[in-house]
């Protein structure tokens, strides 16, 4: 393989304004950097290297197994950090593909093209450029007479007829590797920033003879470079549309695209309906006809098919097929759920298995608990599994009916097809096939009402 990659991505990015290294930021549920990552490993590369720093722990993780790291200890600049490489590409002599971590919407088809126009050129240096509306922030390219690339220039370095220029640097680049280091470390950082623009390398090459490759991007929003908060609001939201396109291209209804948020590792299943102001996050995952909202936030769920969930949140369970959530539910991590289960209307479940068919309809509590199948639990049952210090677990066997307003003090065991009386609080064991009633019997007091002291008048 000719070809390396390097992945600029040791700045702090201070315009960020924040205690995690730019790239870490998310976008739809992923980091910056790992989109790009993925840009690369979709374009064919397979050795990649990534340059970190500030925060070089952290970001040295987020591609742990998929990217060498080469660490830059101070930030002097873009050229300095891809200097940083050179010990490891001392092998290489091939065309290096040059990223930036901050430039997440790149998308592998672009590289792609990059890289064969680099290669079928046989320039020293290709440029990937955009035609901006507003090019503030980004550095110029500028062109002769004929139309070649001879210099980058940076926004705060431009005069003010450069500034004009609309063609702008993405920080995208292919290289021929071959003297490109020596190249690098002959820099001066004597620019408006004091830094070593790796932008030069474009202007030594063109004053040579050596030609400049460019291809421009027909649309630039693939190439944005997220520097503030703003922006990456910006690049937020074209990702959602463009997760949601993908979606409803693949079969799935969308009733308000302004309105859901998936975040991009997310699957669903054809026919599936997504209500308005649902947020699907994480590795979830959703089978077919299922209708999703509205006000439903999943969190690394896995949910079968025809399952519905309205106003309710599930985090880190799984719901099999034909379930039925909510409305106002809290499904807490580490749920089960079998096939045709319905928890309802402001119930909370929490570390529980819940077999076929059971129903936690209303008003209840269950952590801890394993659930047989077609057990129903009244309304406003409680499992009682912690006592301040332990939590217990609650056993309910197949078939049993639990009455409203059972409190189930943990650890405890209802035997199959038992019944508990409404409103009993249940501390011991409950044998298979029998009544449980805990609850002092009804008095009644007769004419209680017409007694003087409650007379009105
Ligand atoms: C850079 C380009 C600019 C281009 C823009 C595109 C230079 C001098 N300028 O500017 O022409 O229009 O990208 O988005 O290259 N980094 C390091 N170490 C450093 C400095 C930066 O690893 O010492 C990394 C950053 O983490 C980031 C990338 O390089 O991922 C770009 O750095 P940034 O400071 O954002 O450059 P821009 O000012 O945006
Ligand atoms: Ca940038």
């Given at each position: 393989?000719?070809?390396?990659?390097?992945?600029?991505?040791?700045?702090?990015?201070?315009?960020?304004?924040?205690?995690?290294?730019?790239?870490?930021?998310?976008?739809c549920?992923?980091?910056?950097?790992?989109?790009?990552?993925?840009?690369?490993?979709?374009?064919?590369?397979?050795?990649?290297?990534?340059?970190?720093?500030?925060?070089?722990?952290?970001?040295?993780?987020?591609?742990?197994?998929?990217?060498?790291?080469?660490?830059?200890?101070?930030?002097?600049?873009?050229?300095?950090?891809?200097?940083?490489?050179?010990?490891?590409?001392s092998?290489?002599?091939?065309?290096?593909?040059v990223?930036?971590?901050?430039?997440?919407?790149?998308?592998?088809?672009?590289?792609?093209?990059?890289?064969?126009?680099?290669r079928?050129?046989?320039?020293?240096?290709?440029?990937?450029?955009?035609?901006?509306?507003?090019?503030?922030?980004?550095?110029?390219?500028?062109?002769?007479?004929?139309g070649?690339?001879?210099?980058?220039?940076?926004?705060?370095?431009?005069?003010?007829?450069?500034?004009?220029?609309?063609?702008?640097?993405?920080?995208i680049?292919?290289?021929?590797?071959?003297?490109?280091?020596?190249d690098?470390?002959?820099?001066?950082?004597?620019?408006?920033?004091?830094?070593?623009?790796l932008?030069?390398?474009?202007?030594?090459?063109?004053?040579?003879g050596?030609?400049?490759?460019?291809?421009?991007?027909?649309?630039?929003?693939e190439v944005?470079?997220?520097?503030?908060?703003?922006?990456?609001?910006?690049?937020?939201?074209?990702?959602?549309?463009?997760?949601?396109?993908?979606?409803?291209?693949?079969?799935?209804?969308?009733?308000?695209?302004?309105?859901?948020?998936?975040?991009?590792?997310?699957?669903?299943?054809r026919?599936?309906?997504?209500?308005?102001d649902?947020?699907?996050?994480?590795?979830?995952?959703?089978?077919?006809?299922?209708?999703?909202?509205?006000?439903?936030?999943?969190?690394?769920?896995?949910?079968?098919?025809?399952?519905?969930?309205?106003?309710?949140?599930?985090?880190?369970?799984?719901?099999?097929?034909?379930?039925?959530?909510g409305?106002?539910?809290?499904?807490?991590?580490?749920n089960?759920?079998?096939?045709?289960?319905?928890?309802?209307?402001?119930?909370?479940?929490?570390?529980?298995?819940?077999?076929?068919?059971?129903?936690?309809?209303?008003?209840?509590?269950v952590?801890?608990a394993?659930?047989?199948?077609?057990?129903?639990?009244?309304?406003?049952?409680?499992?009682?599994?912690?006592?301040?210090?332990?939590?217990?677990?609650?056993?309910?066997?197949?078939?049993?009916?639990?009455?409203?307003?059972?409190?189930?003090?943990?650890?405890?065991k209802?035997?199959?097809?038992?019944?508990?009386?409404?409103?009993?609080?249940?501390?011991k064991?409950?044998?298979?096939?029998?009544?449980?009633?805990?609850?002092?019997?009804?008095?009644?007091?007769?004419?209680?009402?017409?007694?003087?002291?409650?007379?009105?008048?």
């Open positions: 393989m000719d070809l390396a990659t390097v992945i600029l991505a040791a700045g702090k990015g201070t315009r960020m304004k924040s205690k995690l290294p730019k790239v870490l930021h998310h976008v549920g992923s980091s910056m950097l790992s989109y790009v990552l993925d840009a690369a490993l979709g374009a064919g590369v397979s050795r990649i290297i990534v340059v970190v720093g500030c925060g070089a722990e952290q970001v040295a993780h987020e591609v742990a197994g998929r990217a060498q790291i080469v660490h830059q200890a101070e930030q002097l600049g873009t050229a300095h950090a891809l200097l940083q490489a050179a010990p490891s590409l092998d290489f002599n091939g065309q290096l593909l990223l930036c971590g901050d430039t997440p919407l790149i998308e592998s088809g672009t590289l792609v093209e990059l890289i064969q126009s680099h079928s050129t046989g320039a020293a240096a290709t440029v990937l450029t955009a035609s901006l509306e507003d090019p503030s922030g980004y550095g110029r390219v500028v062109r002769d007479n004929q070649s690339v001879v210099k980058i220039i940076e926004q705060k370095d431009a005069s003010p007829e450069e500034q004009q220029i609309r063609e702008v640097n993405t920080g680049y292919c290289f021929k590797t071959e003297g490109l280091f020596a690098l470390s002959g820099l001066a950082a004597n620019n408006a920033q004091g830094e070593y623009y932008t030069d390398i474009i202007e030594i090459n063109a004053r040579r050596k030609g400049i490759g460019a291809v421009t991007l027909a649309d630039p929003l944005k470079g997220i520097n503030d908060r703003v922006q990456l609001a910006e690049a937020e939201g074209y990702m959602r549309g463009r997760i949601l396109r993908d979606l409803m291209f693949s079969g799935v209804t969308v009733l308000d695209p302004r309105r859901a948020f998936v975040d991009r590792k997310v699957q669903v299943g026919d599936t309906i997504i209500y308005p649902t947020i699907i996050e994480g590795d979830t995952v959703i089978g077919e006809d299922c209708i999703i909202g509205p006000g439903v936030r999943l969190v690394n769920a896995v949910v079968g098919n025809g399952v519905s969930i309205q106003y309710s949140v599930v985090s880190e369970s799984s719901l099999e097929d034909g379930c039925s959530i409305p106002f539910s809290h499904l807490r991590p580490g089960s759920l079998g096939r045709q289960v319905k928890i309802g209307n402001f119930s909370e479940v929490k570390q529980s298995v819940v077999g076929d068919g059971s129903k936690v309809s209303h008003l209840s509590y952590g801890d394993t659930i047989g199948k077609d057990v129903n639990i009244g309304a406003g049952t409680i499992t009682c599994n912690y006592d301040g210090r332990n939590k217990y677990p609650t056993r309910i066997d197949d078939g049993v009916f639990i009455g409203s307003n059972t409190n189930l003090v943990a650890p405890v209802i035997g199959a097809g038992s019944v508990t009386g409404a409103g009993s609080t249940i501390t064991d409950v044998p298979a096939g029998s009544l449980a009633v805990e609850r002092s019997k009804q008095k009644i007091i007769p004419g209680w009402s017409s007694r003087d002291k409650h007379k009105k008048d």
